[in-house]
């Protein structure tokens, strides 16, 4: 997929260099800094670019097509230019029930755009996305990954008319004004922006409960005057042999060879292990 | 009648409740200052005595965990933060971060200690981009207050730990996934055994474990394995936030003992929305088995929620009222396990493209009469011959809402799910606010 073998410019290579150097020494194997490389890529073109692909690769010894097959997995890389604000909004069941699907539609119609697409202007981007955790939120939208909570149509396209006039809008929980795309992906490299005190600590519906106990003079327990509990046997439950199926992803450590004693044996696998883990 | 339990949530309230300044002020970082004192076998012990189990999902005890850890062999241990909080319906990590982000990093010095780690990993899914701003400041405000670096609080003992942002991948929270993840690679989960605690990352012993299950460890340092287990039940002990959405008066999130029962969270949330009734609800996530209006009285612990026939994992708690299509919702989802499948293994990456077109058509009102028997055989060969979760999530949300809606899914055959149910009435607003 990768055609154009174009490079940065020295001086842009030079000071991506430099934080590439930053973010690799976060990591004790080089690899681990793929993923905040590929937001460096996209806070300096806005995209997953093929030249930002090749830097990444170049960075890590990896080939051009290993980046790719990893930058293509995740949704918040963007293989075209994107726009300078993602307006996404949850259409995942409970939103989408709450509203989620009207608000989408409202701003389709009104951006003249459907799903992953980009305003002539390079200005909006619209997605419909996943649930992002704000449920208590209902209907939640978010730009550039601010959280926009308990929208209707009408309120959504006001935000969105703001950010087409080139005013700033500002999230209910978030920053005092919702960065640019490349502002907030040099973020999510790891590289503060000194915008961690604006905002709200939390907003009305993750402090309804505790506003209750207030009201009500609930507490929790008061705190024994004892501590920690007494230790017991230290020793763990006898680890049993396990099976030695080496399946991850090709070159994953799971692939490894077997270098350490603790590769051997593995501890009884419970039924309660495996559920429900994919939150 | 059981009542609220503030802890995790107690501060925040507080004027900049995320910064260190105010988490010291209400006794933040005592517990790190003890705990570091501590023999660290007497910590891991005292987690496995007080009966926290994993606030994740998955409810697996904590401090075992920890203890499935080999012995040191003088290489590396690390501790991996799952804060890839992506279940739909689940909304309790985000907020706590974004509210007291250092709660979670005294949590990860004290289990980093613990377990013997120099090097912990919070692992954040990208899309927040505020709450990984406010982690960034918080690891910052304790490493040059000396609680984490190096030779903290003059102990000898060193501990980094690394705030990494994930890039949009709901499979991430699946903990074997999201340590090739963390590695650089496509988030795909790994076969287990061997599990993480023996090789996860970089192939070395490592402990995944949710963002409130290690908030919760301080205070079971600075109030004691007494106190923890005086809340909650006989195997499920201690507390945990349950977040109400959807059709209620006041959703939101609501710190409790295990134990408090639907009925009573329903009643904290002032029920179900003015003049309306519950039809369903899912107890911890769209990929717990639905409840209806018969189980109000469900205790809300591991066991009593699993003898329902369902689970309590993220104690998300989606309340949906007598205007919601059940057909539109399991379509929905179905849709998400499609969108989130890694592909990996063919049962959930094919199965689910053919559950979402079946459902697809029932909600049109265009199935076929073999549709819903055809959906059940498709989940059933999905469930259970998946690599991970997700497969199992996927089948889940069907299988139930057959059980107790069928007739509902054999109306598609004939009837748009938005002329039996229509979807203008579920909104959270109506014609003049919207």
Redesign the interface.
């Known amino acids: 997929m990768v055609t154009d073998n174009r490079g940065y410019a020295p001086d842009v290579r030079a000071r991506l260099t430099a934080d590439a150097d930053q973010i690799l020494a976060r990591y004790p194997e080089a690899r681990s800094a793929l993923l905040p490389l590929l937001h460096l890529v996209q806070s300096e073109d806005g995209y997953v670019s093929p030249a930002g692909i090749a830097f990444c690769a170049d960075v890590l010894d990896l080939s051009r097509a290993s980046v790719s097959a990893v930058a293509t997995f995740y949704s918040q890389y963007k293989r075209r230019p994107n726009g300078e604000y993602t307006v996404g909004v949850c259409t995942n069941t409970l939103c989408a029930v709450m509203g989620g699907d009207a608000i989408f539609d409202r701003l389709s119609e009104r951006l003249g755009i459907g799903h992953d697409e980009t305003t002539e202007d390079g200005r909006i981007t619209l997605e419909r996305v996943e649930c992002n955790a704000a449920c208590d939120y209902a209907p939640v939208m978010v730009i550039n990954w601010e959280f926009f909570d308990n929208q209707t149509p009408t309120s959504a396209v006001d935000v969105v008319d703001a950010l087409l006039e080139g005013r700033p809008v500002t999230p209910t929980r978030g920053a005092d004004t919702v960065a640019t795309f490349r502002e907030v992906s040099r973020v999510l490299a790891g590289f503060e922006d000194g915008r961690a005190d604006e905002g709200v600590g939390a907003g009305p519906a993750t402090l309804v409960g505790l506003e209750m106990s207030r009201a009500k003079g609930w507490t929790a327990p008061a705190a024994a005057s004892g501590e920690t509990a007494e230790p017991e046997d230290a020793a763990g439950p006898d680890a049993q042999a396990a099976g030695t199926e080496q399946v991850g992803d090709t070159g994953s450590s799971a692939e490894r060879e077997e270098t350490t004693p603790a590769d051997e044996s593995a501890e009884p696998v419970t039924k309660s292990e495996e559920k429900g883990s994919s939150e | 009648m059981t009542?609220?339990?503030?802890?995790l949530?107690?501060i925040?309230?507080?004027p900049?409740?995320?910064?260190l300044a105010t988490y010291t002020e209400h006794q933040g970082y005592d517990a790190w200052r003890?705990a570091i004192q501590?023999?660290p076998?007497?910590?891991?012990?005292?987690v496995?005595?007080?009966g926290l189990r994993g606030r994740?999902?998955?409810?697996?005890p904590t401090g075992l965990k920890w203890?499935?850890?080999?012995p040191p062999?003088g290489?590396?241990r690390y501790l991996v933060v799952?804060a890839?909080?992506?279940?739909?319906?689940?909304?309790k990590?985000?907020?706590l971060m974004?509210?007291?982000p250092h709660s979670l990093i005294e949590g990860v010095a004290i289990t980093s200690f613990a377990i013997g780690s120099n090097?912990a990993f919070i692992y954040l899914?990208?899309?927040?981009?505020?709450v990984?701003?406010?982690l960034?400041?918080a690891v910052?405000e304790a490493r040059e207050a000396g609680l984490l670096g190096t030779n903290i609080l003059g102990t000898g003992y060193d501990l980094e730990v690394?705030?990494?942002?994930?890039?949009?991948?709901?499979?991430c929270?699946?903990?074997?996934a999201l340590?090739?993840?963390?590695?650089?690679?496509?988030?795909?989960p790994?076969?287990?055994?061997?599990?993480p605690?023996?090789?996860g990352?970089?192939?070395?012993?490592t402990v995944v474990n949710?963002v409130e299950s290690i908030a919760s460890v301080p205070t079971?340092?600075?109030?004691?394995?007494?106190?923890f287990t005086?809340?909650g039940t006989e195997k499920s002990k201690g507390?945990g936030l349950?977040?109400?959405?959807?059709h209620v008066t006041?959703?939101?999130?609501?710190?409790?003992p295990l134990g408090i029962t639907f009925r009573e969270l329903l009643d904290?949330?002032g029920g179900v929305r003015d003049g309306h009734s519950l039809k369903f609800w899912t107890p911890?996530?769209?990929?717990?088995p639905i409840l209806t209006a018969e189980h109000m009285d469900v205790v809300m612990d591991y066991e009593s929620v699993g003898a329902a026939g369902s689970?309590l994992?993220?104690r998300?708690i989606?309340v949906?009222d007598e205007t919601?299509s059940v057909v539109?919702?399991v379509s929905?989802?179905t849709d998400?396990y499609q969108?989130?499948s890694?592909g990996k293994c063919t049962p959930c990456r094919e199965g689910t493209f053919w559950l979402k077109q079946i459902l697809h058509r029932l909600e049109a009102g265009k199935g076929t009469e073999s549709d819903v028997d055809l959906l059940l055989d498709v989940a059933g060969n999905i469930e259970g011959r998946s690599f991970?979760?997700?497969g199992?999530?996927a089948a889940t949300p069907i299988k139930s809402a057959i059980k107790y809606f069928r007739e509902e899914f054999e109306q598609g055959v004939h009837t748009p799910a938005w002329e039996l149910f229509p979807?203008?009435a579920?909104?959270?607003?109506s014609g003049a606010?919207?």
């Open positions: 009542t609220l339990a503030p802890i949530s107690d925040w309230d507080a900049r409740s995320w910064t003890t501590t023999d076998t007497d910590l891991v012990n005292a496995k005595d007080s994740g999902g998955a409810g697996f203890s499935f850890l080999p062999d290489g590396p799952n890839d909080e992506s279940e739909p319906g689940t909304c990590d985000i907020p974004l509210a007291n090097h899914r990208g899309e927040v981009v505020h990984y701003r406010r960034l400041a910052r690394t705030v990494h942002a994930g890039a949009g991948a709901y499979i929270g699946e903990e074997t340590l090739d993840s963390l590695e650089g690679r496509r988030g795909q790994r076969l287990k055994p061997p599990f605690a023996v090789a990352l970089y192939a070395r012993p949710n079971i340092v600075r109030n004691g394995v007494d106190w005086s809340m507390h349950f977040s109400l959405s959807g006041r959703p939101g999130q609501y710190e409790a904290m949330a911890g996530g769209s990929s717990t689970m994992a993220t998300a989606q949906f919601t539109r919702c929905r989802w998400f969108h989130e890694c991970c979760a997700l199992d999530a979807y203008e579920n909104a959270a607003f606010t919207a």
